[in-house]
Structure formats: structure tokens, C-alpha cells
């Protein structure tokens, strides 16, 4: 008790403060999120991701080479083809923009970590994640046939060269398709990062812009998870992905979640875990730091080391590269 006890000596000397000090953040722990589409020299930005862009296979080449450099543990790539289609096409074509990108990105750096988002939302011309019917008496994405496509999109990639498969649609069995097809053609070692606990969120807004992936009509509120669900059933979705063989399972988003990733670290000790520090989460620190109200650099840190200290050992962030620079600085 006080006046015996005082934490401020664990504060008053930064050396002090330095050696308490349990959270530490490592550009080897970020994934860089890309975004690629077909072309020549193409750098677009992305009006609501600032610092971000739409890139074209020779500059994704650049800057993998500069995730490297930096230290950075991994891209994952984002496909946005030319054409979009009911099933979406493009993302099962071994000619398609991500295999194109995959095989750019292991051919510029071939230590650099690709991973690649296994979903139709970015090929589809409806915008969602899956094959579309109304088999529920609504229209939605049609579970069942969709793992198909789904399993032929990770074929896709790994003939391309990935190092890592993430299926992020949160339709039921996803896992377990990829990992029957991976090991049907020999990719037995490749691993599989899952979405496994994604929720429907608004903090999605700015990457549907950035992959030009909104839905064009409803939501996906009938695939992934409503915010105000029991936080059990996120424990059973992981669980789930993990019977069915995913390697590495996420939470998304990160910040609004951290509760989830908390109980996920003390669920299931051993299994690395993943979160999504999203698109909506940047772009709001980016927003307000663009009107001086608040210091970006400073509130990236502190939000990527609450997230880590909540469990997550590996962070998807669009301030990968920044917060590479910022800690090796530091
Ligand atoms: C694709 C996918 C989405 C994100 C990652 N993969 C969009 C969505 O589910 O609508 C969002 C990432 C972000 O907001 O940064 N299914």
C-alpha cells in the first residue's frame, strides 16, 4: 500500500521505465497490404487510404523490394482485375491479375513473404465474397458452392508462388476446402492464415474503395460476424478453422476487438495469432492527423502495441512500412 508501495518508481527513470517495458514492436511481426491491378507504371492512389495505392505488377516488384528492406515480415496481395464476373473469374486464372502479382512479387524479393487474400469480393461483379442464390429465401452468397471456388482461387496461388493462403470470407468449410485441395495437388506444406473470427464492420469502408469490392446491393452481414454476437462465437470459429486445418488464425478488425483477441491468445496457447489493423482504423488516424489534431506516428505506435499486448503476434497493418521506419529510429 502507499506510501510503501509506488509504481511511479517504475517510471521516473526512462531506463526504468525502459526495462518494465514488456510489449516491443517488430517490423518482423507486420504484414504490408498491396493492392494490384493490371498495367504498366501504374501508381493510383487511393483517395481514402492516404499513402496507399493501386499498383501495377513492376511497381508491386519496388515495393516488395522495400518491404525487405525495411525487414518487414510479409505482403499480402489484393487483386483488382480488369473484368469482374458473376463467379469471379479472373481470381481462378492461372493468367489472372493476383497470379500475375504473386509471381512478380517472389521474382523481386524471393525471402519476402506472400501471402494472398483468398476471396471473390474483389473479382466479383456483385461485390460479394461468394457464389450468389437465394437457396435461403434472400439473396446471398450460396455457401457450399462457393468452397469450389475458393479452393481453385488458393490452387491458383500456390502454383503462382505463394508462401500463404488467407480465406477471408467467413463462409463455412473454407478452410478445410483449401487445405483438401492444397494437399490434393502436393502443396502439402503451404499454410493457411484464416479469417477465422472477421465481423461485419463499417471499418471496412476505405479498403472498398481500395479493391473496389462493395457489395452492389445488401451487405455481409449473412457471411460474417455481427459485432454484438456472443465473443463465444468467436472462439467457435476459430476452433472450427482450426479442426479444419488453418495454420494461423486472425481477428478483424484489431482495435474494436481487441476483447476478442485477448480471449483468443488465452483460448488457444501455441496457435499464432493474427490481426487485422483494417483499413478504417488507418484512415480515421490518417484523417485527423491530416488536421493536426492528432499526431499520427505517435497514435500508429501506441495502436499497434495495443494490439500486440492484447495477443496478437503477427499485424496486418497499413502502417507497415511507416512503423518500420519509426522503430528502427527509435
Ligand atoms: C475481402 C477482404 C476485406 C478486407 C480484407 N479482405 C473486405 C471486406 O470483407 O469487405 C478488409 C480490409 C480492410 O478494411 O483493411 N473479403
Not at 142 to 157: G, M, Y
Not at 199 to 208: D, I, L, N, Q, T
Not at 210 to 227: I, K
Amino acid at each position: 500500500m502507499f506510501p510503501t508501495t509506488r509504481l511511479r518508481r517504475l517510471r521516473y527513470h526512462p531506463a526504468v521505465r525502459e526495462l518494465a517495458r514488456e510489449t516491443r514492436l517488430s517490423a518482423a511481426n507486420f504484414i504490408l497490404p498491396l493492392f494490384v491491378r493490371p498495367g504498366e507504371g501504374v501508381r493510383e492512389p487511393i483517395a481514402a487510404m492516404p499513402g496507399h495505392a493501386q499498383i501495377s505488377p513492376d511497381v508491386l516488384a519496388d515495393e516488395v523490394r522495400e518491404a525487405a528492406a525495411l525487414g518487414i515480415g510479409g505482403v499480402i496481395l489484393f487483386g483488382i482485375p480488369a473484368e469482374k464476373d458473376a463467379r469471379g473469374s479472373d481470381a481462378m486464372s492461372d493468367g489472372g491479375i493476383i497470379a500475375q502479382a504473386v509471381r512478380a512479387a517472389k521474382q523481386a524479393a524471393p525471402d519476402v513473404l506472400v501471402v494472398t487474400d483468398v476471396c471473390c469480393c474483389e473479382y466479383t461483379d456483385h461485390g460479394h465474397c461468394g457464389e450468389i442464390g437465394r437457396s435461403t429465401g434472400r439473396m446471398d452468397v450460396e455457401n457450399d458452392p462457393t468452397l469450389e471456388l475458393l479452393a481453385r482461387q488458393a490452387l491458383v496461388h500456390a502454383r503462382a508462388g505463394a508462401d500463404v493462403v488467407a480465406p477471408s470470407g467467413m463462409i463455412d468449410g473454407m478452410v478445410g476446402a483449401i487445405r483438401r485441395a492444397l494437399d490434393a495437388a502436393g502443396f502439402l506444406h503451404l499454410p493457411i492464415l484464416s479469417y477465422a473470427a472477421k465481423y461485419a464492420s463499417a471499418f471496412y469502408g476505405p479498403f472498398r474503395e481500395a479493391a473496389e469490392s462493395a457489395p452492389q446491393f445488401g451487405d455481409r452481414r449473412g457471411y460474417q460476424m455481427d459485432p454484438a454476437a456472443a465473443a463465444g462465437q468467436a472462439m467457435r470459429e476459430i476452433e472450427l478453422d482450426l479442426a479444419e486445418g488453418a495454420d494461423i488464425v486472425m481477428v478483424k478488425p484489431a482495435l474494436p476487438y481487441l476483447d476478442i483477441i485477448r480471449l483468443a491468445w488465452e483460448r488457444f496457447p501455441g496457435v499464432p495469432l493474427a490481426a487485422y489493423n483494417v483499413s478504417g482504423e488507418y484512415s480515421m488516424v490518417k484523417a485527423a492527423a491530416e488536421r493536426g489534431w492528432i499526431d499520427e506516428k505517435l497514435v500508429a505506435l501506441e495502436s499497434l502495441t495495443a494490439i500486440r499486448r492484447a495477443g496478437a503476434g503477427i499485424i496486418l497493418t497499413y502502417w507497415a512500412k511507416d512503423a518500420a521506419r519509426w522503430l528502427e529510429k527509435e
